[in-house]
């Protein structure tokens, strides 16, 4: 299967902790949903240029930075600078779902500082974590 890896629109990416998929973009930002499993944990990462939103849509998440951490549950949210190291675990039995805001639009900007899963130093996921979208993986149209 031949994917171009910039094209997120047609594809979910496979995580050790659970997946992730892109749910609208534009030239300004791009909105990702992550569904974490429960008791996984995504890298403790930076962005060095993102500016990253993240709101609880479902479950409890743990956001944890290199000193301290937050629990959010559904509608709460949190503004994470550039450089801010943090990680999202999900707390909840059935898993956890939180959308990701991100600007700009650069999933290349990423630093693994820690990981679980043997990923540190190395970048986003290879097209072979890619699988096709479904139904079910909400895509908002943008209106002009």
Partial sequence: MQINESDF?????NKPWGYEYLA????NLAIWVLHIDYGQSTSLHCHTKKLT???????????????N??????MDKIMIRPTLFHSSKSLTKDGSIIIEIETPVDKDDL???KD??????????????????TEEDVWLEHSK
Avoid: A, M, W
């Avoid at 609208?24 to 030239?27: K, Q, R």
């Avoid at 709101?55 to 743990?62: A, H, M, R, S, T």
């Avoid at 951490?69 to 559904?74: E, G, M, Y």
């Fill in 9 to 13: 629109k047609t594809h979910v990416v």
């Fill in 24 to 27: 609208f973009e534009n030239s």
């Fill in 53 to 67: 939103g993240l709101i609880c849509l479902d479950g409890e998440v743990q956001i944890s930075f290199i000193n």
């Fill in 69 to 74: 951490k937050q629990i959010i549950k559904p």
């Fill in 111 to 113: 630093v693994r500082l």
């Fill in 116 to 133: 679980f899963y043997g990923r540190e130093n190395k970048k986003y996921e290879s097209k072979e974590k890619y699988r096709p979208r």
